[in-house]
Structures are given as C-alpha cells and as structure tokens.
C-alpha cells in the first residue's frame, strides 16, 4: 500500500485544518488505517485509526473531541479533521496502514507509511 499525505500546513491556534491521505497499490477492506505524528525530539505518537470496512474510530485522549478521523472507500481516502488546535499539535503528521488484526496504537504495528506533512500551530 502507497500513501501520499496532503492538507498540512500553518495555522493560528483554534485555527482547522484538514489532512488527506491517498492509498494506493493492494489496498484491501481488511487495513486499518492510522494518523500519527512526530514533533520534533519526541517519538512518533498515535493520533486515531479507522477500519477500512467497520468505520470503527479510536483516538488518542490529547485530540478526543477536536479530532475526527473518517475516510471514503470509494476515493481510497481517509481524513483527519482537526479543529480547535493548539501549540502542542505542532508536528510533521503521518499516515499509515495496518492489517486489522495488528492495528493498535504502536507504530511498529502498521506496515506502510506516508512521507509525512507538517502541522504547524502558532500561539
């Protein structure tokens, strides 16, 4: 599975922004897909995940009711609506895919991985 990630960029806090990701190659009902991101000195944090097939939604506690993770299997897309954002959601974010029996929130778990785009939150 290839993923290109697209949707970063600067934002004011309690600004919005929305990121994209596009899955290609053997794209497959049985993946969960997954947003994590990666500040700078920190380690690679999980941010939510989705089931291709059940739609089934898991969020990290720091973005539960700002974030939304949804996708639209006809497109081969998946979202991350970030709304109300803050200083602290600074990062490069990045996309990745799992198959759904390994999903979790560890990022050795899933299997391909997008090149990342930046978020950026001024105070």
């Known amino acids: 599975v290839q993923l290109v990630e697209s949707g970063g960029g600067l934002v004011q806090a309690g600004g919005s922004l929305r990121l994209s990701c596009v899955a290609s190659?053997?794209?497959?009902?049985?993946?969960?897909m997954a947003w994590f991101r990666q500040a700078p000195g920190k380690e690679r944090e999980f941010v939510a995940r989705?089931?291709?097939?059940?739609?089934?939604?898991y969020y990290a506690d720091s973005v539960k009711g700002r974030f939304t993770i949804s996708r639209d299997n006809a497109k081969n897309t998946i979202y991350l609506q970030m709304n109300n954002l803050k200083p602290e959601d600074t990062a490069v974010y990045y996309c990745a895919a799992a198959p759904f029996a390994l999903a979790g929130s560890r990022p050795q778990s899933y299997i391909s991985w997008g090149q990342g785009t930046q978020v950026t939150v001024s105070s």
């Open positions: 989705i089931g291709w097939s059940t739609g089934t939604t």
């Open positions: 190659g053997r794209t497959s009902s049985g993946y969960s």
